[in-house]
Nanobody, 125 residues
Framework: QVQLVESGGGLVQAGGSLRLSCAAS????????LTWFRQAPGKERECVAT????????AYSDSVKGRFTISRDNNKNTVYLQMDSLKPEDTAVYYC??????????????????WGQGTQVTVSS
C-alpha cells in the first residue's frame, strides 16, 4: 500500500514557474518508479516525467523536455516537478503515480496501481 499526496499547483502567467511536490508513504521510498501525469479537460491522461527513486534515472515526454525537471529527496520521501517556461497548453490537473517492482512500461497509465488526488495547474496567457 502506497499513499500519495500532491501539492504546489496554482495559477501562473505564461513564462512563469511552479514546483509540484508528491509525498509518498506506506512503502520504502527508495524502491519505486514515480511518474507525473497530467489531464486537460476533454483530453486523455498523458505522461509528463518519471524517476527511479533508487538510481535517480529520469525520462520526459517530448512536450515538456527542456522545460520541466523531475527530482527526488529520499530523506523526505518526496518527488518534485520543477516547471519552467510554462505555456497555456500546460494547463491541466497533474497527478503523481507509483509503480513498484517488477515495473511495467513507464509511460502507460495501466502500469500504475497507486495515484494521488491531483493538483490543478492553470497557466494564463
Amino acid at each position: 500500500q502506497v499513499q500519495l499526496v500532491e501539492s504546489g499547483g496554482g495559477l501562473v502567467q505564461a513564462g512563469g514557474s511552479l514546483r509540484l511536490s508528491c509525498a509518498a508513504s506506506g512503502r520504502t521510498f527508495s524502491s519505486m518508479r514515480l511518474t507525473w501525469f497530467r489531464q486537460a479537460p476533454g483530453k486523455e491522461r498523458e505522461c509528463v516525467a518519471t524517476i527511479n527513486t533508487s538510481s535517480g534515472s529520469s525520462a520526459y515526454s517530448d512536450s515538456v523536455k527542456g522545460r520541466f525537471t523531475i527530482s527526488r529527496d529520499n530523506n523526505k520521501n518526496t518527488v518534485y516537478l520543477q516547471m519552467d517556461s510554462l505555456k497555456p497548453e500546460d494547463t491541466a490537473v497533474y497527478y503523481c503515480a507509483v509503480d513498484i517492482p517488477p515495473y511495467g512500461t513507464w509511460f502507460l497509465v495501466g502500469s500504475y496501481d497507486y495515484w494521488g488526488q491531483g493538483t490543478q495547474v492553470t497557466v494564463s496567457s
